[in-house]
């Protein structure tokens, strides 16, 4: 069983910075595209920032500048950087990866971390 853990969320002032893990745990698996997400109260839930497998990334407009996303194969973890922090980034933030086991490719998704910016 695969599981992915995020960690790194809190509260924080305006202007600040966090980051992020999202860590895949098990064996025999090959995570290949990760994305973050966010979901506000009242919202839907947005895609934030991507990176593929070959790490390719891509942002949301709102958030290129000033958050960047990584990954450490070796440690099976995907990073989300965030810098210059605002009140609107406030969310629960969760990770989502393709993850391949014997060939067969599943969606997996964190269970959240929260994310508060204070102005």
């Known amino acids: 069983q695969v599981q992915l853990v995020e960690s790194g969320g809190g509260l924080v002032e305006f202007g600040g910075s966090l980051r992020l893990s999202c860590a895949a745990s098990?064996?025999?698996?090959?995570?290949?595209?990760v994305g973050w997400y966010r979901q506000a109260p009242g919202k839907l839930r947005d895609l934030v920032a991507a990176?593929?497998?070959?790490?390719?990334?891509n942002y949301t407009d709102s958030v290129k500048g000033r958050f960047t996303i990584s990954r450490d194969n070796a440690k099976n973890t995907v990073y989300l950087q965030m810098n210059s922090l605002k009140p609107e980034d406030t969310a629960v933030y969760y990770c989502?990866?393709?993850?391949?086991?014997?060939?067969?490719?599943?969606?997996?998704w964190g269970q959240g971390t929260q994310v508060t910016v204070s102005s």
């Open positions: 989502t990866a393709r993850i391949a086991i014997q060939g067969v490719s599943r969606r997996h």
């Open positions: 098990g064996s025999g698996f090959s995570l290949n595209d």
């Open positions: 990176i593929t497998s070959g790490g390719n990334t």
